[in-house]
Structure formats: structure tokens, C-alpha cells
């Protein structure tokens, strides 16, 4: 039961706590639990006299009135998106309890606002009582903590309890579950599947990847039926799809192969709905396209980008090409960066010579088999390069860089091998750049650079980047070619601000059909989502906790020296507890007192008779003995 006003606070809270700036943010609001007499005493008082009254019986410890009081509840708002990409509560419980409190721990531990606190699984005592921060119940109960500091709560209405139902029989099959599921999360990262936003449809997709399956866009995409590109036919499709009702096509790479691209194009050309979702030119980032892929796609005509920019919007731009050209982050792994002068000193370039920077792309790569453009071959472009030593102006040279990933060294006669040298410094050292139309040159355009390609490119645009098929071309446009630095800016902006969605990837280097090198990506944890069709997702990634322990939320766990009270175990052992490989990082930052202290001198025996006094199921979930263990494993703290 809230207080009048309730509502109206919760919402000014979800901005308070930033839920729209990060979805996995939540409240949580504590409960005051009424007796039998006082439920029909709440109705009878004074609507805005409620709350000030209930709470001053609960601080006076009136029993007669409040039968309990709890902060960690199952009263909470979550952002929706969030709610639906982690599965919700999981369907594997049944009856009374727990389903709720599991699908919190995970947005707890997902959360990472408090260092996790020693043996994080453990059941331990009850919200009320827990003085030790140890088990779930000490992290958890502190975002009810955080509301009802602010005053706000709910009260719950006295009715009857029916202990033997069978509903409530399934109290302690669920506790079992819970551990187990809160085990799996925590070492495996095991949860529900993502549950579909309501009225999304239903979506084929042709590839089972981290790309299009994935858990924070999966909402977005309703029903998912995957069925392999080898079991459709493109002459039928368009058939197969208006018959089982699906809603739209997801593809990764549309190009892959010639059926996924017979497929591709028989539902772009009945402009059937569809979704192309690949890895963008800037790092950590992916496209979701409703309109086509790389080159071929309408989105990155100038009427959806070409207009002016607020001043916040360019501010934003500029920092972000500020950030994005200083740091080491990158496509593909890279040489370590050197100083420009550095870089002209190994390779011998004197400060007067103008640099053009050849980078090389792989010549099984999608936008090279499809996307050359009326240059026709890569030989070609190699070609081109192999002239260019010999025909450019005299105070230029001409440095190449292979593909990281590229086993076949290409030897272009004349021009200076530049290998060894990370990207982002070559696109810094260079006067131009110059590929088919390579990723980088975005990077180029962004450090305001003459950017030439060859082929065709998603960033061809007049003004931006420069097309060249002949070195008469190449050596004009270098005499000549001014680049837009405004078009620039907005293109970068649309890019960065409005297209791209952005997420930390997992990868690891695969060996190709062709004997090759290729980065797969295992995994993608989204950060911002942009999907067509439905409202921006922010997510932030967190690599340490939010809040200190000398925040007086955690007041209530420290002793009388002020230290935290971490429970009958050792303090190495607190510390670590299951907080993984951030554990340490998070503790000192979080700056856990007693934590570094020396261990107790007290004899070994003396240590474990006090365990066994203070926590008998701890001792014998810590036993050697296997029975013992089993024993305590079946067992629950009270």
C-alpha cells in the first residue's frame, strides 16, 4: 500500500538514480509489514498522515503495530529493457519464493554498485538481523536501504499465511534452486533467455551469432526462428515469409555467400523488412541496418546526416574523435604506438617529404569480393599502388601497411614498407591515405586527412573522401583535394551520435577455410543500443564499484573501531570472496577497512573451534571432508 505521493517520487527517483542513463540501474523500496489491527488503523488515518505515523510505530519498535520491517524487498522498478534482456525471473521456480530475489542477485552482481561482499551465496540470516557484511542479504538489502533513507516505502496489508499449502511447501525446493542458480550465474554467467518486447513481431534469422542473437537486442527482435541459408530458397522466399508471418529477416553478413546473397537480394528488391547487423568502422562498433550493408545501404546518404550541428552535438563529436585518435583501442590488434618523429627517424623520411599511406585489405573480405566498384579487381589496385613510387610528385613518399591479419605479404616495388607501425600513428603521420575502401578511412577523415578510396565506400562522399581509379587521379587529388572538415564533422557525428550502436567485444583469432587469420567475435556486451524503430538503450560498463564502504549505508556492518564486520572468516578470504578477477581492483578501491591487516596469531585449532561455535554451517561447508561439506551444503543459516 503506498502513501499519496508515492508514485510521483518513485518517478523523480528513476532520475535521481539514472535509470534512463543506464539500464541496468533499479530501485528498490523497503516494506513496513502491518498487523492485523493496524491495516484496518492505516485505512482509517488521514491519507497524508500515513506515512509519517507508520514509520514513527516502526521506529519505536511498536509490535502491535508492525509485525516486521525489511529493506531487501522484491518492491522494485526496473527499466524495462533491461527487465526483458536478462530473462526476467526465471520459470524454473515454482510455487512460493525466490524467483524474485534470484533475478535480483544477477542485477546485483551485473550492477557491480557495491564491492560484492564475502561468500556472496551464502543464505545468511535475514534482512533485518544481518549486522555482518557477508551473503547475499548484506548487498542486497542496501538498495532498499538507499530509498528508505530518503523516506520513502511501502506497507504491506496483514492477511492470512497458509504455511501448509502447497504453494508454500515449495519454499525450500526453491532455496536449493536459488543457489544453484545464483552459482551458475556467477561462474558461467548462465541465465533465462532474453524475453521478447511486447508486439515485436517475429524475426528469421540465418546465423546463430553473438551478432544477431544477441541477449540486449533480442527484445527488439520478438519471436526468433533460426533456420540455416542451405535450407531456404530464394526463388520462394518472399512465399516461405508471408506464409509463417514472420515480421523480418536478420542478416549478419549478407554477402557471406552466394545463397545468403541470393536471399539478401530477392527481400531487399520486394523491400520486405529486414535488419543487417555487422561490426562497424570505429571501435566497439556495430551497425543495425534496415536499409542494406556498407556501401549498398541508404543510411549513409547525405539527407539522413548532411545539416548542422548544435554546439553540444559538435562538442560531443570532437571529443569523441579527440579520444578515439589518442587511445589504443583499434579493430584489430596492433604495434604498439611510437611518436611521429620517432616513426619518420626509423624509416628515414626527412621532414620535408609528404607522406601517402597505402593500407592493404584482405582480398576475401566482403567489401573487396563485392564493393570494388568500377576499378573491377583488387590486382588492380595493387596495381595502381606498384605505380604510384614512380609517378607521384617528388617531395612525397609512399609507406604501405599489410592487414594485421594477412598471411601473404604483398611487396609493392618503390614504396616503403610500414608493417611494424600501428594505424592510428600511420593515419597521424600521413598527408593522405589511400586502400579500396578500407574501414581506416574513416580514422583518415576524422584526423582530417586526404582520405582516397578506390572502390566503393560507405564514406565516398563529395567533400569528405575522394574517389581515384588512375595515378593521374591520385597525383591531381593530392596536388588539390581540400576535404570538408564541416561535412566531416556532421558524417562522424550521424555516425557516432545517431547510427552506430557501441559494445565491448570478446574475440579470438580463428584460423579461415583458407589457411588465413580471422578475428571471431564470442561475444558482445552492448553499451549503447540503437536499433531501428524503437528508443535508444544506454548500458554502463563498469570495471570497479560505484559506491565507497565509507558511505554510512554501510554503517550498520561496522564495528566499533569502524572497520566492516566481514563475518567468521579470514579477511583474504572476505576480500576475495566470488567477486572473480575484479575482486581485489574493487575492494581497494572501495577501500574495505581491516582488509590489509595482518592474520590472527591464535593457533590453528583455536581458529576453527571459533568457526564451529560462531558458524557451524560455514565450518562444515568448508570441511575437507566430503561428507562433512555435504552436510553443510543441505543446511541453511538462519
Not at 559506491?547 to 556492518?557: K, T
Request: proline share 4%; aromatic share 12%; charged share 25%.
Amino acid at each position: 500500500m503506498p502513501y499519496p505521493g508515492f508514485y510521483s517520487e518513485v518517478i523523480r527517483e528513476c532520475d535521481v538514480s539514472g535509470l534512463s542513463e543506464s539500464c541496468d540501474n533499479f530501485l528498490m523500496f523497503g516494506v513496513i509489514y502491518l498487523t492485523e489491527q493496524a491495516t484496518e488503523q492505516f485505512f482509517e488515518t488521514e491519507p497524508e498522515s500515513r506515512r509519517q505515523k507508520f514509520i514513527h510505530h516502526l521506529l519505536h519498535d511498536d509490535k502491535s503495530v508492525v509485525e516486521k520491517f525489511s529493506t531487501g524487498t522484491s518492491v522494485t522498478v526496473w527499466c524495462r529493457h533491461y527487465y526483458l534482456a536478462s530473462g526476467g525471473n526465471d520459470e524454473d521456480f515454482n510455487g512460493w519464493g525466490y524467483e524474485d530475489l534470484e533475478f535480483a542477485c544477477r542485477a546485483i552482481r551485473r550492477r557491480k554498485k557495491f564491492a560484492l561482499p564475502a561468500e556472496f551465496a551464502l543464505d545468511y540470516r535475514n534482512f533485518q538481523s544481518i549486522t555482518e557484511y557477508k551473503g547475499w542479504k548484506s548487498i542486497y538489502r542496501l538498495f532498499g536501504d538507499m530509498t528508505f533513507q530518503k523516506g520513502m516505502v511501502m506497507f504491506h496489508a496483514w492477511h492470512p499465511v497458509h504455511e501448509a499449502s502447497n504453494y508454500m511447501a515449495a519454499k525450500a525446493k526453491n532455496r536449493k534452486l536459488f543457489e544453484r542458480k545464483i552459482a551458475a550465474f556467477r561462474d558461467h554467467g548462465v541465465e533465462p533467455d532474453s524475453l521478447s518486447l511486447f508486439n515485436s513481431g517475429k524475426s528469421l534469422v540465418l546465423r546463430d551469432n553473438p551478432w544477431v542473437t544477441n541477449r540486449w537486442a533480442r527484445p527488439f527482435l520478438g519471436e526468433i526462428v533460426h533456420i540455416d541459408e542451405d535450407h531456404l530458397d530464394p526463388e520462394n522466399i518472399l512465399g516461405f515469409l508471408a506464409e509463417y508471418e514472420f515480421d523480418r529477416v536478420v542478416f549478419h553478413n549478407p554477402y557471406a555467400n552466394e545463397r545468403i546473397q541470393a536471399l539478401y537480394s530477392c527481400v531487399k528488391r520486394a523491400n520486405f523488412p529486414f535488419i543487417v547487423v555487422e561490426r562497424g568502422a570505429l571501435p566497439d562498433s556495430v551497425f543495425f541496418d534496415e536499409n542494406g550493408f556498407n556501401a549498398d545501404s541508404e543510411s549513409y546518404h547525405e539527407k539522413r546526416w548532411n545539416r548542422p550541428l548544435t554546439h553540444e552535438r559538435r562538442v560531443a563529436t570532437l571529443e569523441y574523435i579527440k579520444n578515439t585518435l589518442s587511445n589504443d583501442e583499434s579493430l584489430e590488434a596492433q604495434p604498439d604506438r611510437l611518436g611521429l618523429g620517432a616513426i619518420r627517424k626509423r624509416l628515414r623520411i626527412s621532414t620535408g617529404k609528404k607522406i601517402l599511406v597505402a593500407f592493404l585489405q584482405r582480398p576475401t573480405d566482403t567489401v573487396i569480393k563485392n564493393f570494388m566498384g568500377p576499378l573491377g579487381t583488387y590486382d588492380e589496385f595493387l596495381r595502381l599502388l606498384a605505380r604510384l613510387p614512380y609517378t607521384m610528385p617528388p617531395d612525397w613518399v609512399l609507406l604501405v601497411k599489410q592487414h594485421p591479419l594477412e598471411a601473404e605479404k604483398i611487396a609493392i616495388p618503390g614504396a616503403i614498407d610500414a608493417d611494424d607501425f600501428n594505424t592510428k600513428d600511420l593515419v597521424e603521420l600521413s598527408n593522405a591515405t589511400i586502400f579500396v575502401n578500407s574501414g581506416v578511412g574513416l580514422l583518415g577523415i576524422m584526423a582530417g586527412k586526404t582520405v582516397l578510396h578506390c572502390g566503393d565506400a560507405f564514406y565516398g562522399h563529395e567533400g569528405v573522401a575522394k574517389r581515384v581509379i588512375t595515378h593521374e587521379e591520385v597525383n591531381a587529388a593530392l596536388m588539390s583535394f581540400v576535404p570538408d572538415r564541416e561535412k566531416a564533422l556532421r558524417f562522424v557525428s550521424y555516425l557516432v551520435n545517431e547510427f552506430y550502436s557501441f559494445g565491448r567485444f570478446s574475440t579470438r583469432k580463428v584460423r579461415w577455410h583458407d589457411g588465413s587469420w580471422m578475428t571471431a567475435t564470442t561475444a558482445i556486451d552492448f553499451y549503447t543500443l540503437r536499433v531501428p524503430g524503437h528508443a535508444e538503450v544506454r548500458r554502463q560498463l563498469r570495471d570497479s564499484v560505484e559506491v565507497a564502504s565509507s558511505s554510512i549505508l554501510f554503517d550498520r556492518y561496522r564495528t566499533n573501531s569502524g572497520d566492516l564486520n566481514l563475518g567468521t572468516t579470514t579477511a583474504n578470504k572476505a576480500v576475495v570472496g566470488d567477486n572473480k578477477a575484479s575482486a581485489s581492483k574493487a575492494i581497494s578501491q572501495t577501500k574495505l577497512p581491516g582488509v590489509a591487516s595482518g592474520a590472527s596469531k591464535a593457533p590453528l585449532w583455536k581458529k576453527r573451534l571459533k568457526k564451529l561455535k560462531n558458524n557451524p554451517v560455514m565450518y562444515l561447508r568448508d570441511s575437507k571432508i566430503g561428507l562433512f561439506r555435504a552436510i553443510g551444503n543441505r543446511m541453511s543459516v538462519q
